[in-house]
Every structure is written in C-alpha cells, then in structure tokens.
C-alpha cells in the first residue's frame, strides 16, 4: 500500500529548496533582534507586496480568513448589511462576511470559468448590500470591472478575494488594485506561501489601510490607546521573511505554473471526456489550480488516487449548501451551475518544480481512469 503519492497534489520541498538558506538567514536576524511581531521585516515586505500588486497600501496580517474580514469592516460592513458572494469559493469568503456581523447573499457562477457569475451579482445587489466580494478562483482574477460603475453608483463596495492569484492580472491590472480594497491569503499551499498561517489587505486607499491596521491591532492608534473594538491580527515577522524569500521568485514559480498548464492542455487535448479549463479573455493566469471536469468524478479521483496520483477536488460544496448556513440561505436548486460543477471538478497536482514525467503520468492515469 503506498503511502506516499507518487505525484503529490504540492510539493512545498521544491520550494523551501530555493529559500532554505535566506529564511535562515533571516529568522537568525529576527532571533538576535527579538523583533517578532512587526518591526522592519513585516514593513519590508507589506511594501513589496504593495508594488507587486500595483498599490500604494498593503497591511500584514495572521491569516486570509482575518484580511477579508478586515477587509470588509474597513469599506464599513457591519450588522443588518448584506454582502454578495459566489457560491463556488471556499467557505471562507462568507464566513468572513458572518463574522463582520453581515449576511451572505451568494449568487451562481460563470459556467466556463467557475468565476462568479457578474449580471446574477448585479442583480443580487438590495439597499441593504454593502459589498461585493468577487473571488479570483484557480488562479485567474474575475470580471471585476462589469460590478464596479453600478457598484459605485449604488455606494456599494468591491471587495476582492484574492486568496488564490498572487500575481496574476486583467486587463494588466495586477490582483489586489483592481476592486476598492483586496484581500489575501499566504497558506502555505498558495501560489505565495508561508511555514503557516498569514495573509494580507492591499488597497489604495490609505484611510482604508489605516482602519484595517487599527482594527487588527485591538483597536489601538497608539500603546494602551483603544478607539474602538478590534482584534489580534498580526503578520509575525518571521513569516514575513520567509513571504519575502518567496515574493522574490514568484514571478518565475509562476512562469513555471503557466508552463506546466499549457502542458496539461497539449496532454488532454482531444480527450473528449475531459474540460480542461477556460482562461477568461484579458487575464493572466497564475494556475493556483488546475481545474478539469470530468464525468463520474468520484470514481475518477478515487482510481487516480489508487494509482499514486494526488489529485482533489476545490470546492465538493458550493458554500451555500454547507451545513453552517442550513435555515439561513436559499438552499439546492439556488445555484445551479456550481452545484453541477461541484459534482464534476477535479484538480490535478500542479507546482513550481513539476515535472513533464509526472504530468505524462497524471495525464495517462487519468485518460486510464476514464475508460
């Protein structure tokens, strides 16, 4: 019986490879300092990560679950508002519009890309909505300009989930500047990874900045100075180093990625139960994930995972079918396209490192698994 995949879904060894000598490095300098949390690491890269999205702001900080809800508290979400988001996202996205004290109206998705579905999101928008949180799913950001003019107009805020496209633009426009204010995650699995839990908020806004760092400092401007009721949300300067490491090479890690996709889609070509992906016109993909739709996809996933190969599935539930939010949301039947897709996505193993070997592998255990 094999305990180890033969193709991992990741492979994070390949990247602590490239950065194992300068995280060292630096967590040494940490360790002498004693500058744990904030300081001139945490400062160094909240501003290199704001150049790389194209913004004048970014606030570290614990974790992406934490930067979407400060995100949303920022732009004023709060009590009896409603936020609009897609049903195909991880459940994050509106558990963080719960914990804003906020109700989640989730809307369909895109039946190409999976991306939330834009008209339904208009047409979603109430006078109680405050926000609008598009997802940048896969790895490829979403339509965001078809919300904004009506989002503006109706005082309704754009929020994107920027979680799983580090790097990655529309129309040249970088993820994390093209809504009012962006959030994102630095899980060690995502395209910018950390040794644990981190995430960011990017905007060019500096009152928006400004509030978010106030809120994930317990409210505090100043020591023992609390304006208003926060919460602890600090990015530690030790993850900082090692998101800096990373922030680096990124742009090659994602070369890497588009490469590997591209070969994905030589390999599967004219594999006529296969969907291989859509890339939505004026988008660079950064391939967070590489989403195909096959059919008998629970037979499918378990063959390959028999056969070594570290395939998934993102997301086996829209979140509005999700138990948590049972009695609250409309339930099956509300969202047809990601309830369908749902039960027919499948992510094959994609990173910085794979090799063509094992993606001919996945590709000839999967065309198997489909016989």
């Known amino acids: 019986m094999r305990t180890k995949s033969e193709v991992p879904a990741v492979d994070l060894a ?7 000598d300068e995280v060292q490095r630096g967590w040494a300098e940490v360790l002498a300092t004693s500058a744990f949390v904030g300081g001139p690491r945490v400062e160094e890269f909240e501003q290199s990560y704001a150049q790389l999205c194209g913004v004048a702001q970014c606030v570290g900080v614990s974790n992406g679950t934490d930067a979407i809800e ?13 936020c609009v988001v897609p049903a195909n996202s991880f459940i994050a996205t509106a558990e963080a519009v719960v914990r804003a004290g906020a109700r989640p109206v989730f809307v369909d998705c895109d039946p190409d890309t999976y991306l939330i579905d834009t008209e339904a999101a208009l047409a979603a ?12 799913l896969y790895g490829q950001p979403a339509p965001v300009e078809e919300l904004l003019e009506a989002c503006a107009q109706r005082g ?22 093209l809504g009012d204010i962006a959030a ?14 981190a995430g960011a908020v990017t905007t060019d806004s500096v009152t928006l900045a400004e509030h978010v760092r ?24 030790l993850q900082a180093v090692v998101l800096g490491a990373k922030l680096r090479r990124l742009p090659e890690w994602n070369v890497q990625r588009r490469r590997a996709a591209e070969y994905y889609n030589e390999l599967l070509d004219g594999v006529g139960a296969v969907v291989r992906p859509t890339v939505l016109a004026g988008n660079e993909h950064v391939w967070h994930l590489y989403v195909v739709r096959v059919p008998d996809r629970e037979r499918v996933l378990s063959t390959l995972i028999d056969d070594g190969i570290g395939a998934a599935v993102h997301y086996p539930t829209p979140i509005h079918l999700a138990t948590a939010f049972d009695g609250t949301v409309p339930g099956r039947g509300a969202c047809p396209v990601a ?17 063509r070997t094992q ?7 999967l065309i198997r698994a489909l016989r």
């Open 125 to 136: 928008l109430t006078g109680r909505t405050k926000a609008v949180v598009p997802v940048h």
């Open 156 to 177: 309704v805020a754009v929020v994107e989930d920027a979680a799983q496209s580090q790097g990655a633009r529309r129309n040249g426009v970088r993820s994390g500047a």
């Open 214 to 237: 106030l809120v994930s400092r317990h409210g505090s401007p100043r020591k023992y100075e609390h304006t208003e009721i926060g919460f602890n949300s600090r990015l530690d300067a």
């Open 359 to 365: 993606q001919e592998r996945v590709a000839e255990c």
């Open 339 to 355: 309830e369908a897709a749902a039960a027919e996505i499948l992510s094959l193993p994609i990173y910085p490192g794979i090799t």
């Open 184 to 197: 994102t995650s630095f899980y060690p699995g995502k395209n910018l990874g950390a040794y644990g839990d």
């Open 14 to 20: 390949v990247q602590h490879a490239q950065v194992a």
């Open 70 to 82: 400060l995100a949303l508290r920022a732009v004023g979400v709060g009590p009896g508002d409603e």
